[in-house]
């Protein structure tokens, strides 16, 4: 009871926080956020499982191997060309035993690898640049069972990790990217070596000259949202298709895996959701992007057993404005690693591991009206600790109604 007050004061004090005016001109960032950065990248990862994994008397003739795999991250320039990383690599679609002893038994071998990493950059002309990465990662792997026995054993360990690639710069905001990254094998946790190549963007915030801060700042014709307060509802009688397409597991004929892999699903499906959701502008640029930090509280009832749920977070969130008409400004919004607090733990009977974990959201939405008053978005939600843990079977929430009030 104490710990659940705890986390209430400060989400409060938080929402109050958020409500207060700040005398930055918010085309300006802010010291920490001038030297922020975030990448996104795809490409192959191969990660070599073999029957020499499994205990003796089990083995398969068959694998199915997806080799399509991310790398999402953040960065933080300590100096011009050293920066501090922090991430995660995971492959689209889990590597899978088919078939175990050809008696029809299907198992899957989840790996995630979240990294905390050094780059230098070595210049090699004004556009081009070489850079080498060296730090750790938490190494999560979830292995698999069979009628009770453990075929392949969970395994949750620090690994070493290494890298190099190039950046090429376009501008001041946006640079091309083409990174390998490799972890060792680990013959104590029975792990065979991940090493994966990809190929992405960063985007860097950017300080401006303060004249054109203050007129990006005063200028109407573009509209962004000092603050938003927001319910939404969600009922799983919709579907999870748009869970499992952003996640890269919605079956579509003959195809296993239909999607794209930059969001996530969960083993515990939600049949009921309501969220009250305050979001304040933290940044913006003139035109099309901009950064809000918010705080929500979820309410979710779960299918399966008709668990009741809340949920309590803070989070930041990127806005990205895609059409602007006279009637209404169109925008796509993406939110990772939102630190959560939820009143219960293992739901419905399914590990799901600790209370603390963590908030993702995407959505599509529209501000409209003279003023641009009012907010509609379509939003889908994930909670998780990210396989920070073995055990995370993840909670999916399904597609929230979302009706909102600028201000």
Not at 167 to 192: C, D, I, M, V
Not at 199 to 220: M, P, R, S, T, W
Not at 240 to 260: C, D, Q, Y
């Amino acid at each position: 009871m104490k710990k659940n007050m705890l986390f209430a004061i400060l989400f409060l004090t938080c929402l109050y926080n958020y409500s207060q005016e700040n005398v930055r001109p918010k085309t300006q960032p802010s010291q920490f956020l001038e030297n922020f950065y975030y990448t996104v990248n795809f490409g192959g990862i191969l990660y070599p499982f073999s029957n020499d994994n499994l205990i003796d008397g089990y083995q398969t003739e068959t694998f199915s191997k997806n080799y399509f795999s991310g790398k999402l991250g953040f960065g933080y320039k300590i100096k011009e060309n050293l920066a501090l990383q922090f991430g995660v690599i995971r492959p689209a679609s889990w590597f899978k035993y088919d078939n175990v002893n050809n008696i029809g038994y299907e198992r899957s071998v989840w790996i995630n690898a979240w990294y905390l990493s050094l780059k230098k950059s070595i210049n090699l002309n004004k556009k081009l640049s070489f850079f080498a990465e060296v730090g750790g990662a938490n190494i999560t792997r979830s292995g698999f069972s069979i009628e009770e026995k453990i075929i392949y054993e969970d395994a949750h360990f620090g690994s070493f990790l290494y890298g190099f690639g190039f950046n090429y710069k376009l501008n001041e905001r946006w640079r091309l990217a083409l990174n390998g990254t490799f972890f060792p094998k680990s013959k104590k946790h029975n792990q065979p070596s991940i090493s994966q190549t990809s190929f992405g963007f960063e985007y860097h915030l950017q300080k401006i000259d303060e004249k054109l801060a203050l007129e990006y700042e005063n200028d109407k014709k573009y509209f962004f949202p000092k603050n938003i307060l927001q319910v939404s509802y969600g009922n799983s009688k919709i579907g999870f298709g748009a869970n499992r397409f952003f996640g890269m597991s919605l079956k579509v004929g003959n195809f296993e895996s239909f999607g794209i892999p930059v969001f996530w699903v969960g083993d515990v499906k939600a049949s009921h959701s309501f969220s009250v959701t305050y979001q304040r502008l933290a940044f913006r640029t003139q035109k099309l992007f901009s950064l809000d930090w918010g705080v929500s509280i979820t309410a979710f009832q779960t299918e399966a057993t008709n668990e009741s749920v809340f949920a309590f977070s803070i989070f930041p969130t990127m806005r990205f404005y895609l059409l602007r008409k006279e009637g209404f400004d169109m925008y796509a919004n993406y939110s990772l690693i939102g630190p959560t607090f939820l009143t219960k733990s293992n739901i419905d009977t399914l590990e799901t591991g600790p209370k603390t974990t963590f908030q993702d959201t995407m959505g599509l939405g529209v501000f409209f009206g003279k003023q641009r008053d009012y907010n509609f978005e379509l939003r889908i939600m994930h909670y998780s600790n990210g396989n920070i843990f073995t055990k995370n079977s993840g909670v999916a929430i399904p597609i929230q109604f979302t009706f909102g009030k600028t201000f």
